[in-house]
Every structure is written in C-alpha cells, then in structure tokens.
C-alpha cells in the first residue's frame, strides 16, 4: 500500500426518519452543518428527549423549516455517537 497514507474505520449511520425533516422535492443542498455528539453512557434519553424539541420546533416553522437530520452510529464504539 506505497499510496495510502490514511486508513478509517467504516461506519453506518442510520437516519431518524421521525425526528428528521429533509424535503424529497427538493435539490440537494450545496452547504451542510454538521455537529457531532458524543454521549455519556447511560444519558442517551436525556438527548433523544431535547432532539424531539428541536425537531418539533424546526417542524412548526413556515414551510415545515430548514432541512434538518439526526443520524445514529449503528456501529459505535464505547460513547454514543449523534450526528445532527
């Protein structure tokens, strides 16, 4: 492997359809802001709790609101991974 110079681990992350809001009509957008959690263990309802907020408030907004998205990590490793 003389040409590789970095090697990453695979990772799957799963959408959360019921939280998420992305608009199938729509062009893909150009610009994405991404922010990434990591979770305590034992504190992942704490979070799931405060995405359904921001879910429903983003969704109330005129004209359903910005795209929006909550990943999961199917594949984490020790903390949980959110990725919104």
């Known amino acids: 492997m ?18 998420s809001n992305f608009k199938e009509d729509s062009a893909p957008s150009k610009l994405i802001y991404v922010r990434y959690h990591e979770i305590n263990d034992g504190e992942g309802h704490r979070l799931k709790d405060h995405m359904a907020k921001i879910s429903e408030t983003i969704k109330s907004m005129p004209d359903g609101g910005p795209e ?17």
């Not at 090697?7 to 019921?18: F, L, N, T």
Request: glycine share 8%; proline share 3%.
């Open 2 to 19: 003389p040409n590789v110079t970095k090697v990453e681990q695979g990772e799957y992350w799963r959408a959360d359809s019921k939280l």
């Open 68 to 84: 929006w998205g909550l990943f999961y990590n199917e594949f984490w490793q020790g903390k949980r991974s959110v990725v919104t």
